[in-house]
């Protein structure tokens, strides 16, 4: 089976904290995302990655940043963590291009930005 | 880029009724379109999909049809069970770079006893 695997299931940070949100998957997969869940706005992207050191910017970029330093891991950095980035986020992974197939979920992180 | 558009975004039905669920996409080099069921508290998991190259597909009580002409695709599940409850998500995906998924906005369903 297929794990991906997100480092905290819930973390509350202050305001102005830099945060980081970890993700590992195990199934040596090519892609691995970012996504944002809230409430009646479902699935937002926020980076994907189709190759270490590669990144591109999904639909909300703005805020956040990402690493891929290692093909099995795949970082969310919040510069500067706002009250408005509280939210469900949820890493994926997903074999190489072209073979179009699902994307494996993380448990996700609920973040709590006080 | 695309646009998934998923409706209705809650549902609820009785026991034993059958549940539809709609999308519309955008660009039509779309080609692969899954259906994810997220309940409560869990992450979202795979319940079927279809690639453009069918036109139905059918697995146990849910099945998936697409219309790549008129570019929608629905869920369909028959004689629904209280376990049926749950978040469904639409996805559209083109298999090009990165493999980038564009999900609906979700469908709250809640079946009722």
């Known amino acids: 089976d297929v794990k991906v695997t997100q480092s905290s299931r819930y973390l509350v940070k202050r305001t102005g904290e830099k945060v980081f949100l970890e993700c590992v998957q195990d199934?040596?997969?090519?892609?691995m995302f970012w996504y944002r869940q809230d409430p009646g706005l479902g699935l937002r992207l926020i980076y994907f990655s189709y190759d270490v050191k590669m990144k591109e910017k999904g639909d909300i970029p703005e805020g956040y940043s990402v690493s891929r330093e290692k093909k099995e891991r795949f970082s969310l950095i919040l510069e500067s963590a706002s009250t408005n980035q509280t939210s469900m986020y949820l890493c994926?992974?997903?074999?190489?291009?072209?073979?179009?197939?699902?994307?494996?979920f993380g448990q996700g992180t609920r973040l709590t930005v006080v | 880029g695309e646009n998934v558009e998923q409706h209705p975004s809650t549902l609820s039905v009785q026991e034993g009724d059958s549940a539809v669920i709609k999308c519309t996409y955008s660009d039509s080099a779309s080609n692969y379109f899954p259906w994810y069921k997220q309940e409560l508290g869990k992450r979202p998991q795979l319940i079927i999909d279809?690639?453009?190259?069918?036109g139905e597909k059918k697995d146990q009580r849910i099945a998936v049809t697409l219309n790549k002409t008129a570019k929608h695709f629905s869920l369909h599940i028959t004689e629904t069970q209280p376990e049926d409850s749950a978040v469904y998500f639409c996805?559209?995906?083109?298999?090009?770079?990165?493999?980038?998924?564009?999900f609906g906005t979700g469908t709250s369903l809640t079946v009722i006893p």
């Open positions: 994926a992974s997903s074999p190489p291009q072209g073979l179009n197939t699902e994307a494996f």
């Open positions: 199934m040596d997969h090519e892609n």
């Open positions: 279809i690639r453009s190259n069918v």
């Open positions: 996805a559209a995906s083109k298999g090009d770079t990165g493999n980038q998924f564009y």
